[in-house]
């Protein structure tokens, strides 16, 4: 496991993350990679687009792409505007409709916003979210990306990028999310207190739990470290759910 960590606007989120993982007996490989300390690369990469023709700036204002659909329609693609005041974005030259998700088999995406040239580069100066982590992930080596299934829609986009790059593409992953009683996904912008720091292993096996996991029923003599080895022995994706839902009871 490697960890790229975006600061945001949640102050000391970073930190309490990396805290829980070691809490949690969840070790990663290598160094952390903060993104932003990662500026310069994300600037090689949009200026390697920009030399193969590849992105192009837009002017468009998000109301005009509100009124048309909610999907841009490449308006500003010939019209060789200038970087003031503008978003970089993609040309999307071979538009990915479809992936295979270790999880849940193929995987249709909305054929709009598979051809939709997204923003790489927004007008206030911030690196956008397909970039960065394209880039962090090519940088890092990484294989097979598991994540939520709240980020399956950018997959897409996000092979797109590697594509035009010329990268190897990832395997994917999506895991259930887990939902409080509003049907929201637990999460620090819905208000979800942060995991404690007590005994770590009623939790694990809640969370085994919920992906399906077989857990002994004599978890509670084993160690942390002891549970978690059984744990990735006894790894079983055929066992997993594809549903969101309410979050596991420890």
Not at 7 to 33: M, N, T
Not at 140 to 154: C, F, K, N, S
Not at 216 to 231: E, V
Request: hydrophobic share 40%; net charge neutral; charged share 25%.
């Amino acid at each position: 496991m490697k960890i790229s960590i975006r600061h945001g606007k949640y102050r000391g989120a970073a930190s309490r993350i990396l805290h829980q993982l070691e809490h949690y007996g969840l070790e990663w490989d290598g160094e952390v990679l903060w993104q932003s300390q990662r500026h310069e690369a994300y600037r090689d990469a949009l200026a390697w687009l920009q030399q193969h023709r590849q992105s192009y700036y837009c002017t468009c204002p998000r109301r005009r792409i509100q009124q048309i659909g909610g999907f841009y329609d490449g308006y500003c693609r010939e019209r060789q505007r200038g970087p003031e005041n503008a978003a970089l974005r993609l040309r999307q030259h071979a538009p990915v409709f479809a992936f295979d998700d270790r999880l849940r088999g193929r995987v249709e995406a909305d054929r709009r916003l598979a051809q939709e040239d997204f923003i790489i580069h927004r007008r206030d100066g911030l690196f956008a979210y397909n970039l960065a982590v394209v880039v962090d992930d090519h940088f890092q080596g990484i294989t097979e990306v598991v994540r939520g299934a709240d980020l399956i829609e950018p997959t897409v986009r996000q092979i797109a990028l590697c594509q035009q790059f010329g990268w190897p593409v990832p395997d994917w992953l999506h895991l259930p999310l887990a939902l409080n009683h509003d049907g929201h996904k637990l999460s620090k912008q819905n208000h979800a207190p942060a995991l404690p720091d007590g005994d770590a292993r009623p939790l694990l096996v809640a969370a085994l739990r919920f992906l399906g996991q077989p857990v002994s029923g004599g978890w509670q003599d084993l160690t942390q470290d002891k549970l978690l080895s059984d744990a990735v022995a006894q790894w079983n994706i055929a066992l997993m759910p594809q549903e969101n839902a309410l979050k596991p009871d420890a």
